[in-house]
């Protein structure tokens, strides 16, 4: 079975930062695009950033400047590096993996940005 599984959620302070795991397994990780993803109380699941089989990457206007996407092939590990939050950033956050046809889901770790 495919499993994703994120890592470093918790509490964080407005303007601290916070750095997310997703470790991949049973997958060819190389050939996936891999995202994050997050959903707020009361709002819709959304793209926070993208990153191709060949490292380029896309981000969420909101994100954009604060938020750095990138990927280990070698550990099957997809990261999120958030810094400069926002309580705004509050939410569940999603590792995706997708390929033409597959789409692999985490099950999310809380990100809670207060004071």
């Known amino acids: 079975q495919v499993q994703l599984v994120e890592f470093g959620g918790g509490l964080v302070q407005p303007g601290g930062s916070l750095r997310l795991s997703c470790v991949a397994s049973?997958?060819?990780?190389?050939?996936?695009?891999m995202g994050w993803y997050r959903q707020a109380p009361g709002k819709q699941r959304e793209l926070v950033a993208i990153i191709s089989r060949d490292r380029s990457t896309n981000y969420a206007d909101s994100v954009k400047g604060r938020f750095t996407i990138s990927r280990d092939n070698a550990e099957n590990t997809v990261y999120l590096q958030m810094n400069s939050l926002k309580p705004e950033d509050t939410a569940v956050y999603y590792c995706?993996?997708?390929?033409?046809?597959?789409?692999?889901w985490g099950k999310g770790t809380l990100v809670t940005v207060s004071s």
């Open positions: 995706k993996a997708q390929y033409t046809g597959m789409e692999y």
């Open positions: 049973r997958i060819s990780f190389s050939i996936y695009a």
